[in-house]
Structures are given as C-alpha cells and as structure tokens.
C-alpha cells in the first residue's frame, strides 16, 4: 500500500510540474550559484589598495570597517560557514575569536558609509550582514 502511494505522489508531481526545478537541478548535481557582479568579486588584494589608496588621498581616517556576516559558538562550523561566504562574495573572510563566539568578518573600507552600502548591496543577493568598526 506504501509503495503505491509513493508511485502515485511521484506521478502526481511530476504531472503538475511543467518543467525541471530547481531541486531536479539540485538532483543532477548543479548547485544553484547566484550571479554576482563584478564588484562583489574583488580580490582582498584590490580591496586593501583601495581602502590604502583612499587613506592617503584624504590624509586622515575615520577608521577601518569591516562587514559582519555571522558569529557562531562552534570553530568547525565557522570554518565551514567561512568557506561558504567566501565563495559566495568573494571576500577572503577572517574567523576572529571573540569569547564566546567566532565572527565571521570580511571587506575592509576606510569610511563607514561604503561598507553600508556594500552590505546593502549584498542583502539584495540575500547576504545578511553589518557594519563593525574595526579600528
């Protein structure tokens, strides 16, 4: 009776479906990627001469901010969770211990104002995260 209730379900969706979705995708192996622009995908190296270059055009700082993106209890999981945010901004992203927790932390601007805009422009691709000052 199980067995046929299970062919009858799986028939039953596969009729209302019209085409693949994004689990049959998931299924065959594809990974559901978001396209990101380019400016996301800057190296930390293009970024750390940004924020050095700005410095000495203004010859005076506010300070360092970075982006916050999670703190977890556990190092494993933050390990894991830093590769996952990595691939998905670009971002080399620092694990930084802070008790009880490891943030997640990643960018690294000279005013405060573009590291919120960065962070909204990441929240339109569904990347929660905010503003630290970090000096």
Do not use: H
């Amino acid at each position: 009776m199980l067995a046929i209730m299970s062919i009858l379900a799986v028939g039953f969706s596969a009729a209302i479906a019209d085409g693949p979705t994004d689990l049959d995708s998931l299924f065959k192996g594809k990974e559901y990627r978001p396209e990101l622009n380019a400016g996301l995908r800057d190296s930390a190296a293009s970024q750390a001469a940004v924020v050095s270059k700005s410095a000495a055009k203004s010859g005076k700082s506010e300070g360092y901010y970075m982006l916050q993106f999670e703190a977890v209890a556990d190092f494993d999981a933050a390990q894991r969770r830093r590769a996952q945010i990595s691939a998905s901004t670009g971002y080399a992203i620092q694990v930084v211990f802070d008790t009880p927790f490891y943030k997640l932390r990643g960018g690294g601007w000279t005013t405060k104002k573009a590291a919120e805009d960065k962070a909204r422009e990441l929240s339109a691709y569904n990347i929660n995260a905010f503003v630290v000052k970090v000096k």
